[in-house]
């Protein structure tokens, strides 16, 4: 089942603006981590954040994590059209190894 | 990071015909997992897969369906049997790779069409 939701559905912005995509889970966790997927490809991470972490930078990539609010965001900053993607957050939670998947975002960025 | 394959990386059935879908790791790995992704949504787990016993498979999916094999620490199959045209899917496998902490990577996927 799925851990949250995730939003915006979609967001479609210009190359060189900022996005912002958000993650909302229901249970306690270990980590969260965030994926990326082009076109129905297989995903690749770019980042991983623990529950006792509060904010991880990645190139240009930012990432929170609010755990009394039980939610994340990710941030992508000078957007370009190669970010055009969907981009997923997941997590674990107790002693489970699996990867439970938020809805997903679709981002779209206009040359 | 891993380097993880998979075989094919897409196929065409027939309804009622089984396929087995390869996931080679290039490293040994404890544990490897299988997702499914239906048309347009997320990704949900089938079952994982230890090498040595037998997968243990999510609510909603059952081991007549969704045969796993795990022969050594590098290799693994899902066969999807008696394929509906509601089994069309990307699958994916996924490892752990521990050192690095809980990070898990992915295979490139495999995409199923059931006619």
């Known amino acids: 089942s799925q851990q949250g939701e995730e939003d915006p559905q979609a967001l479609s912005i210009q190359e060189g603006e900022n996005a912002t995509m958000n993650c909302s889970y229901k249970t306690s966790i270990n980590n969260l981590q965030w994926y990326r997927q082009n076109s129905g490809r297989g995903l690749v991470h770019l980042i991983l954040i623990r529950s006792n972490e509060r904010e991880k930078h990645s190139g240009r990539l930012r990432v929170t994590l609010d755990t009394s609010k039980k939610s994340s965001s990710l941030l992508i900053t000078a957007s370009r059209a190669a970010d055009t993607a969907s981009y997923f957050c997941a997590t674990t939670s107790g002693s489970a190894r699996q990867l439970t998947f938020g809805s997903g975002t679709q981002l779209t960025v206009l040359p | 990071s891993a380097v993880i394959s998979q075989k094919p990386s897409r196929d065409i059935c027939q309804r009622g015909t089984s396929l087995t879908i390869q996931c080679q790791v290039d490293s040994q790995v404890t544990m490897m997992f299988w997702y499914r992704q239906q048309p347009g949504q997320s990704l949900t787990l089938i079952a994982t897969?230890?090498?040595?016993?037998?997968?243990?498979?999510e609510s909603g999916f059952v081991i007549d369906k969704f045969p796993i094999s795990r022969p050594n620490l590098t290799f693994s199959t899902l066969t999807v049997s008696n394929m509906s045209p509601e089994d069309s899917s990307i699958y994916l496998c996924s490892v752990e790779r521990s050192r690095q902490g809980d990070t898990q990577y992915f295979g490139p996927g495999t995409r199923l069409t059931v006619l």
């Open positions: 897969a230890n090498q040595g016993s037998e997968a243990t498979y």
